[in-house]
Structure formats: C-alpha cells, structure tokens
C-alpha cells in the first residue's frame, strides 16, 4: 500500500523579537557620527548663531537664518542615511504581509533615530561641561562669572584703566561687575543702588573721576542690554532649528527606514518614485 505524501505547507517563520537592536546600533552610530562631522564643518566654515567672541553680534540675520537651514539640513541627512542603515540591514521576513514589513523597517529607522538623539544630547553635554568647568579650575566660583563669555568686551571697557599698573587682579570685581550688568536685561532694569555700586567699583579701579565713571556705566549698561537682547534672539532661533531638525529627523528616519527595507528585498527605487510593487512582488516570488 502506498501512501500518498502531501507538500509540506511552507513554515512561516515568526522573528522572536519586533526589533532587533543590531541595526538599530548601527543606524544610530552612523547617524551620529555624520552628523558630529557635518556639524564640525559648519562651524569651521562659519555657520553659527552664537558665539563667545564679541564679533558674533554683528552678523546680519541672513547669516542666522542660514545657519538654522544648515542645522536642519545636517540632521536630515545624517537621520536619512542612518535610517536607511537601520531598515536595510534588518532581516528581511518575507512571508509576513508587506504593510507589516514596512512597519517593522520604519520602526527600526525611529529607534535609531531616537538612540542618535540620546547620543547627540549625551556628546553635548560632555563637551558643554568640559568647557564650562575648565576656567573654573582656576579660581573659586566667587571669582568667575556667567556673564563673562557674553559681556566680556562690555567688562573689558568698564575696567579699561587710564594707566595700566602692574599686577592688578580684577577677577573678582570683574565677576561682581558681570552679575550686576546681568540684572540691566530684567524687567525693571538695574537698580539706582547697583548703578551707584558699579561706579564706585570702576572708579576704585580705573582711576577715573566719579562722572566719567557714571558715564561708563551707563555705556556699559546700554551694550549689555542690547548684547544680551541679541543673545536671547539667537538662543530662541538655535532651539527652533534643533526642535524642527530632530523632528524632521524622526519622519526622514521612518521613511528612510522603509526605503531601506524596500531596497533589502529587491526594490530599485523607493515606492513614492514608481517601484512600489517591486518589492511586493519579490516577497511574493520569495514565499
């Protein structure tokens, strides 16, 4: 007697995990990495809206609004090429429906995205602690001041002496001075006291008579109102081109993603550019 032997249904092979963190690793580091390179370049080149030198107040609000398009550019790119890293180097489950395919890859290119984010905000904060911590390794907190990388020129005049003497530190007044030039931003202003204060100060230090101290101060207090009125522009631009290029970065990753999975089973061109079924096709051939 012979038996007839029925074909085997073909096994579906079910992934023992939604995301594998392999690829999603790799997108991030890469995304990281060319993203830290991209933005080495345009601060060589220029591109910035900040500074710590005096010069930076002066650039023109074309300079700004470049600046802002080349951050959000820089991340397009860098969270573009890691989500395609992302989705292209996940395994490919052919026997799963093509909708479900596409959103595992598109998942990966979000995780990466998100884990590049972590890294981008992780380097920062190192390199923004190093550099904020080292001219403190000098002197005590009660000698240096915030207001020092801002309003360094604005200090350097208001303690411009008329006869330069020897060995003088004005680390301290010049902290003293950089705090109470800070509160001429606030809503009423700096206070006739801190006025009167900081004129004595500078007399006591520069030798000048007590009106031409009061005019300095007053000079000083109008800069710095304008200085630190431009460096609250160009923090408020900095944060809207970081918000807009991470979150322009999460669409670009998720859809890079699902590019890259696309091109992983067979597709030659992303879908929105007409290949859309190449891919569906090949994982119908494939199951």
């Known amino acids: 007697m012979v038996k007839s032997i029925e074909p085997a249904a073909a096994s579906i092979e079910v992934p023992s995990r939604y995301l594998s963190w392999t690829p999603v690793i790799l997108g991030a580091l890469i995304a990281t990495a060319l993203s830290s390179i991209l933005l080495a370049f345009g601060v060589t080149i220029g591109l910035g809206v900040s500074s710590t030198a005096p010069t930076w107040r002066d650039a023109s609000a074309a300079l700004w609004i470049l600046s802002g398009l080349y951050l959000i550019l820089q991340a397009a790119l860098s969270f573009g090429v ?28 979000l995780a990466a995205w998100a884990l590049a984010v972590v890294l981008g905000v992780a380097l920062a904060a190192f390199i923004g602690s190093a550099t904020l911590t080292r001219p403190n390794s000098n002197g005590s907190s009660a000698r240096t001041s915030a207001a020092e990388p801002l309003l360094s020129y604005e200090i350097d005049r208001l303690f411009r002496p008329l006869r330069r003497a020897a060995n003088v530190d004005l680390l301290q007044e010049r902290a003293e001075a950089g705090r109470i030039l800070l509160t001429s931003s606030s809503h009423s202003g700096m206070s006739s006291e801190d006025r009167s204060y900081l004129a004595q100060l500078v007399a006591a230090n520069t030798g000048l008579a007590g009106a031409e101290a009061e005019k300095r101060v007053d000079a000083a207090i109008a800069t710095s109102q304008a200085s630190i009125a431009k460096s609250r522009r160009s923090s408020v631009i900095l944060a809207f081109s970081v918000a807009a290029a991470i979150l322009l970065g999460a669409v670009i990753a998720v859809a890079a993603a699902s590019v890259g999975g696309s091109h992983r089973d067979g597709a030659a061109m992303p879908h929105w550019m007409g290949a859309r079924g190449s891919g569906a096709a090949y994982r119908r051939e494939v199951a």
């Open 82 to 109: 890691g989500g395609y890293i992302a989705g292209r180097t996940n395994v490919g489950l052919a026997a799963l429906d093509t909708a479900e395919i596409e959103q595992r890859d598109g998942l990966h290119g």
